[in-house]
């Protein structure tokens, strides 16, 4: 059957009288109503800041692919510092900074230092850690205020982890890092706002959840573990054997949600699923889906990546069956491309099946990446009436 894009274009967005009549250096606001309820999220609105998409990976699955060279330079402090007061002005207190890989720019800790001095309360690095296993660095940035470090790392053995970010001897330096962050977040208490470890979860791994959880938890002493379903773009694009069916994976969601009720009793949440492919029990029950899904805890965040604006076409736009633009607005003063990330996900970057158009759940699920429709098609999925 065939799929549609999420949500048509709407009104305030489509067309070209929007690129404009508004302001690209103006930060979009967030579509009502984006998020699904949860007033056990943390109100602090969010930013991720894009410092440039160079990165010492290569994983399987990496969204941007292969960078084009001017991707691969840095942004330029001075306009880091701008940025950060343009979202600190407009109300945001929460600021990631993102890559490719942050830890490998060179004023990284600068730029903690200068959100912190700015007021920024929550400062977070999403990073792959392979440089995080130097002490000294580490302390650095811990000392210039970080609050926040998500890791990205998406095995339990050296071999599999490896394999997946195609770097031998990465999980010996991960586990090295993880290690030594933990131990600064129990004994001198930073890293308040947490430290957490993201999985990509995919064909390769997705069967090791269990035994990831065990790892992480209990060998290393974590509480904080999220699984992200793939989003076969990038490296991943097309690729099936990267790309388990949700129908595959929803049954180790299940056990990993049974484990944690009764066994591991941390942190575990999971992103990117749609909820019809959850059993009702766990989409039938408000608790366990504030608890373990992912949509109804993250933050509220906008985006400000890096962008030549070739990649970047005018709002309302569609450039072939995948490419839609609804949501963001490129800024070519700044070479800034800005938008709400729970907005760019619905409009643009997941389709909806057939099913969607009878389905009860349509205005609080995201829908389906599209690069799974690319390669799975949509007859797994049935409205949910009940
Ligand atoms: S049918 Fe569509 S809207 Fe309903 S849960 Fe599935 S993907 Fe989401």
């Not at 606001?29 to 602090?44: F, I, K, L, S």
């Not at 880091?80 to 830890?103: I, K, M, N």
């Not at 031998?168 to 131990?183: D, Q, S």
Request: with cysteine; charged share 25%.
């Amino acid at each position: 059957m065939p799929w549609v894009p999420a949500r048509a274009p709407q009104r305030e967005w489509s067309g070209y009288t929007l690129a404009v009549t508004v302001n690209p250096a103006a930060i979009p606001a967030a579509q009502p109503g984006n998020q699904p309820v949860n007033p056990e999220r943390d109100v602090r609105k969010n930013v991720e800041i894009n410092l440039g998409k160079a990165c010492n990976n290569r994983c399987v699955f990496c969204l941007d692919g292969l960078p084009k060279r001017e991707d691969r330079s840095y942004m330029r402090f001075d306009q880091l510092q701008s940025e950060l007061e343009r979202f600190y002005a407009d109300g945001y207190r929460s600021v990631g900074f993102l890559g490719g890989e942050p830890t490998t720019y060179p004023r990284i800790v600068d730029g903690v230092a200068a959100a912190r001095a700015l007021g920024f309360t929550r400062v977070a690095i999403a990073t792959n850690a392979t440089k995080l296993r130097l002490t000294h660095f580490t302390d650095r940035l811990l000392d210039a205020g970080l609050t926040r470090v998500t890791v990205s790392m998406h095995a339990h053995t050296a071999d599999l982890e490896d394999r997946l970010t195609r770097v031998p001897g990465n999980f010996g330096k991960k586990v090295k890092a993880l290690r030594y962050m933990h131990h600064k977040q129990q004994t001198q208490g930073h890293l308040r706002d947490g430290l957490s470890v993201n999985v990509v979860l995919n064909g390769w791994n997705y069967q090791h959840l269990p035994r990831m959880m065990r790892f992480f938890y209990q060998k290393l002493g974590l509480s904080d573990l999220r699984v992200n379903f793939i989003r076969p773009e990038g490296y991943a694009q097309g690729r099936a054997e990267l790309t388990p069916r949700y129908g595959a994976v929803t049954p180790m969601l299940v056990k990993a949600i049974l484990l944690n009720e009764h066994h591991f009793k941390r942190t575990f949440t999971f992103g990117g699923v749609p909820m019809c492919m959850l059993p009702p029990v766990l989409r039938g029950s408000e608790r366990l889906l504030r608890k373990y899904m992912g949509e109804y805890r993250d933050l509220s965040t906008a985006c400000s990546i890096r962008s030549g604006g070739g990649d970047v076409f005018a709002p309302g736009r569609q450039q072939g069956p995948r490419m839609t633009n609804t949501v963001v607005r490129f800024d070519a003063a700044d070479q800034r491309a800005r938008f709400n990330w729970q907005d760019r996900k619905r409009r643009d970057l997941k389709g909806q099946p057939a099913a969607c158009a009878h389905c009860r759940l349509v205005d609080v699920c995201e829908g389906v990446w599209k690069g799974y429709l690319d390669i799975w098609g949509d007859r797994e999925f049935s409205p949910v009436t009940d």
